[in-house]
């Protein structure tokens, strides 16, 4: 049985990873600092597959740590999501931001290196795109200039990770993700925002609730068909998925590079107003909102072209939005 560890294992895409290698027979380690998070993930974990993954609570910045970690646990791969993740914040706190989100990848690279360790996935984002010249986005459109700090530790940590593979003959796959949304369908694992969230599906589902009052919808006079932002929003599961293709594409040895890069997104586009229309339908619920001038930081549109990952992942989404948002929806009803 191959062990993988799972940095952020207690996360949002980090806990359905997890169950997804466990039902593909991997034998899961978690590290997780609980800092975004909760430890009755774990027990929830558990619940769903039957089998308690063994459990670290490390904060990756401290080295003394994570070396002694890898000094005493062998694992053949790794995937890495621990990393704060929210825009805002990270302009307010770059140094925060580089410091765990470069720092900590620095560290798990090196203690790898030292142990003779390899086959490493990276969460990476399809910010790495900016507003693309070209929709929908293939994994050959160019890399901007980040937006925000945030933006700028995917596109960094990228880099760090192409290089370390080519020095230290190590393999590795970063996944661009669009815009991932849902939970699993046991309604036992989900996404859980600190305060008032800044993504739109949970703030879509809070509202929803009456913990919010109105969903402002930020910007109505995009080019686009209805005039609002137009995203690609993936099934966390469907997501989940693409981690263990992307893992066992490098145990089987079928990478053709040593750093590789897809984009992990259902290849459709929706607008914020066609996601609004959908969740009323799923949820038989009325939405408050109101439309507001844009967000500072958004782009228009990003959908993904998913082919070159379908094709070398032998991976590809199942599920739809509706069931996304169904998912969405009964996870809040349950919180
Ligand atoms: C955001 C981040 C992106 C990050 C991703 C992670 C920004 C600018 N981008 O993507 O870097 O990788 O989250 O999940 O923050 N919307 C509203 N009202 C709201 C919230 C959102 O209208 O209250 C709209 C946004 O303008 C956007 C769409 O909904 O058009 C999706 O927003 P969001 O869920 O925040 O994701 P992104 O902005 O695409």
């Not at 720092?103 to 790898?112: A, D, H, R, Y």
Request: hydrophobic share 40%; proline share 3%; aromatic share 8%.
């Amino acid at each position: 049985m191959k062990k993988i560890l799972v940095t952020g294992g207690l996360g949002f895409i980090g806990s359905h990873t997890v169950v997804e290698l466990q039902h593909a027979g991997f034998e899961v380690v978690i590290i997780d600092d609980l800092s975004n998070t909760t430890i009755e993930v774990l027990e929830n974990i558990t619940s769903i597959t039957g089998i308690n993954p063994e459990f670290h609570q490390i904060d990756l910045r401290v080295k003394t740590a994570v070396q002694q970690f890898f000094d005493t646990t062998a694992v053949d791969g790794v995937i890495h999501f621990a990393a704060f993740k929210a825009v805002g914040e990270s302009v307010e706190k770059p140094l925060d931001y580089y410091e765990n989100n470069i720092g900590s990848l620095v560290t798990l690279l090196q203690e790898m290196k030292n142990h003779k360790l390899d086959h490493f996935i990276f969460s990476s984002s399809c910010t790495v795109y900016g507003q693309a010249d070209e929709l929908p986005i293939t994994e050959n459109a160019p890399i901007k200039a980040a937006e925000s700090p945030y933006g700028n530790t995917k596109q960094i940590g990228e880099a760090i990770i192409k290089e370390s593979c080519n020095a230290y003959a190590m393999n590795a796959i970063a996944l661009r993700y669009f815009n991932p949304i849902g939970a699993h369908e046991s309604i036992k694992i989900g996404e859980l925002p600190l305060g008032v969230p800044q993504n739109l599906i949970p703030f879509i589902t809070q509202t929803a609730a009456g913990i919010r009052e109105e969903l402002s919808v930020f910007g109505d006079d995009y080019p686009t068909s209805d005039g609002t932002a137009v995203r690609d929003y993936i099934h966390v599961v469907d997501l989940a998925k693409a981690h263990i293709a992307a893992l066992q594409r490098l145990l089987n040895k079928q990478n053709e590079n040593n750093f590789e890069y897809y984009n992990v997104g259902t290849g459709k586009g929706t607008s914020v107003l066609e996601v609004i229309k959908t969740f009323e339908k799923v949820s038989g619920k009325s939405l408050h909102y109101k439309m507001v001038g844009r967000r500072e930081g958004d782009i228009t549109a990003a959908y993904a072209d998913t082919t070159i990952a379908n094709k070398k992942l032998h991976w590809k989404t199942e599920k739809s939005l509706e069931e996304a948002l169904a998912a969405a929806w009964k996870w809040q009803l349950k919180q």
